[in-house]
């Protein structure tokens, strides 16, 4: 074992970053926690140190880029009515005033809601759960348990398919959106997966499993934005000039490879439960904790 993270940890940069690019492309829509595995993963390739965690969500954009991309036409028609002081007046109103705005009309307005309980804690308590939790034992005993949870909601929802009264983005109201913004807030806990939050909360909300992952898809946008500008921003200083030429790598292949994921996802999820990505969670955390109880993986170079 130890030879081969020699090996891993001798690859060029370059490498390792397209590696990360892909890591993150594969797993920031599934509910299996992109930021866990780019932790491990970074640890793994000898790229973890604060460097490292900027760019693990940086690439971030190149991700939900893809979702910009795929749903262009949604979002263009929303942002028309996004700049209207008229249409933000209406949907803080009443449930009456609000039922005369169209489903373009309240979009942005329910992601903004969406949006601010994960940033709001996000600004109080991030730099500690950076310092305390990115490290790859935390993330495993947080895969763990979010696997457990995912098998949990699921089969609650199959005992109790009449609970189900959201089946379309276009049914969510601003508490259905602030309900979600509070379950994404989990998500600043490495290894508990963004998605996954989002998309078993609307579950246990009264969204169809679609309807969640779709709106968790949607939310990805303002919230890993942000979370990238944020964090360059503060570690600006910790940046160079060759770095940006990384950064484009590990974005790209993100791009790419998210593309293939969220189209295959959607058509997943209208058919399947999200139970194999919860044995997925279990099965990778225990094998995580088990190398770390019996050292056949130093995993200190990454606490």
Known sequence: ?????LALRAL???????I????EGLTEFLPVSSTGHLIIVGSFLGFDDERAKVFDIAIQTGAVSSILWLYRKRFAAALGPALSPHVWWTFFQSEQHRAGLSAAERFLPNLFLAFLPAAFLGLLF???IKAQLFNPIWVAFALVLGGFIILWVERAQARAPEKIRIASVDDVGPMDALKIGFAQAFALIPGTS???ATIIGGMLFGFSRQAATEFSFFLAVPTLFAAAAYSVARQWDALHVEDFGLFLIGTASSFVVALLVVR?????VSTHSLNGFAYYRIGFGVLV?????FGWVDW????
């Open 289 to 293: 904790l088990i190398s770390w109880q």
């Open 1 to 5: 074992m130890d030879d081969i993270l």
């Open 20 to 23: 990360l690019g892909v890591v």
């Open 194 to 196: 963004r998605s996954g």
């Open 12 to 18: 060029p940069v370059e490498f390792k970053t397209l």
């Open 300 to 303: 200190s170079s990454a606490d």
């Open 264 to 268: 295959w996802l959607l058509r997943f």
């Open 126 to 128: 991030g730099g500690l």
